[in-house]
């Protein structure tokens, strides 16, 4: 499965932006799909997941109650609602695909380029 990731961009701190995963290639509903994200400097990290159904979803505590990941098989798509932003969400944030359902692990197997995201103080 290929996939897009967009969306990012810069923000002020207390703002908000979506940012959409894009997949083809292979049926986007047989995945389970997660959000990762890299600051400079640092490891990537976990940020949320989701399983094939949106009946299970994983966020990490660094972003539990300011961002929603969300999914629509019928669009191939992902989402990461990402509301109250602070400048420690600055990152390149990335979508991963995996057929198995695993949240807050780093094993996937497809990803997807980063989209940018900057939030200033």
């Known amino acids: 499965v290929q996939l897009q990731a967009s969306g990012g961009g810069l923000v002020q701190a207390g703002g908000s932006l979506r940012l959409s995963c894009a997949a083809s290639?292979?049926?986007?509903?047989?995945?389970?799909m997660g959000w990762f994200r890299q600051a400079p400097g640092k490891e990537r990290e976990f940020v949320a997941a989701?399983?094939?159904?949106?009946?299970?979803?994983y966020h990490a505590d660094s972003v539990k109650g300011r961002f929603t990941i969300s999914r629509d098989n019928a669009k191939n798509t992902m989402y990461l609602q990402m509301n109250s932003l602070k400048p420690e969400d600055t990152a390149v944030y990335y979508c991963?695909?995996?057929?198995?359902?695993?949240?807050?692990?780093?094993?996937?197997?497809?990803w997807g380029q980063g989209t940018e995201v900057t939030v200033s103080s």
């Open positions: 290639g292979r049926t986007f509903s047989n995945y389970a």
């Open positions: 989701i399983n094939r159904s949106s009946s299970s979803r």
């Open positions: 991963a695909a995996d057929r198995v359902y695993l949240p807050g692990s780093r094993e996937y197997d497809y």
